[in-house]
């Protein structure tokens, strides 16, 4: 199914607009501000310190090789990141209850405490941006952004960038 002359020319101009938009959605969309704060109440907690924290908050303990899976690092990188994360304590190595050969890292209330802030001010943030939005365009929205991220295509670099994501240097 081809397009028109008319079509492309009006393609390629909505493709102008978005680029144009892009550096202030991205502003708006930024949670960097947030994470400066809930960062801030850690002391010196690196933003990927953060993320293994979100992911513990939202899954509960997981073993050194599961947080590694969930994170796209390698064990070494994910233990650095874990003793980091230990000397604040922020959380805790504990025995599997199963099998006390396994160890499990889990948070402290402290940590849960601050990210569930961090993510209630997230929402909030979202909610506000998108108040000029209807239902029905809100729920279009959605769809449109599950739809251009279910593509399956990543873009350039994005490997790349998902496996240095989480290492914390």
């Known amino acids: 199914m081809g397009c028109t002359i008319y079509e492309m020319k009006e393609r ?31 002391g010196s907690v690196t933003v990927h310190q953060m993320g293994v924290l979100r992911i513990l908050v939202e899954e509960g303990p997981l073993t050194m090789n599961q947080l590694a899976e969930r994170t796209g690092t390698g064990p070494s990188a994910i233990t650095q990141l874990v003793d980091r994360l230990t000397q604040h304590d922020l959380v805790e190595r504990t025995s599997d209850p199963s099998d006390r050969r396994v160890q499990r ?11 569930k802030r961090f993510k209630t001010a ?18 279009t929205f959605v769809e449109l952004l599950e739809k251009m991220l279910d593509s399956g295509q990543e873009p350039p670099g994005e490997k790349t960038r998902k496996m240095g994501r989480a290492i914390d240097h």
Do not use: C, K, W, Y
């Open 12 to 42: 390629n101009s909505l493709m102008g607009r978005l680029e144009r938009l892009q550096p202030l959605l991205r502003s708006r969309l930024s949670d960097d501000h947030l994470r400066s704060e809930a960062l801030a109440a850690f």
């Open 122 to 139: 997230r929402r909030d943030s979202f909610t506000n941006l998108l108040v000029p939005l209807s239902d029905a365009e809100l729920q």
């Open 105 to 115: 890292i889990v948070i402290t209330t402290l940590a849960a405490d601050t990210v």
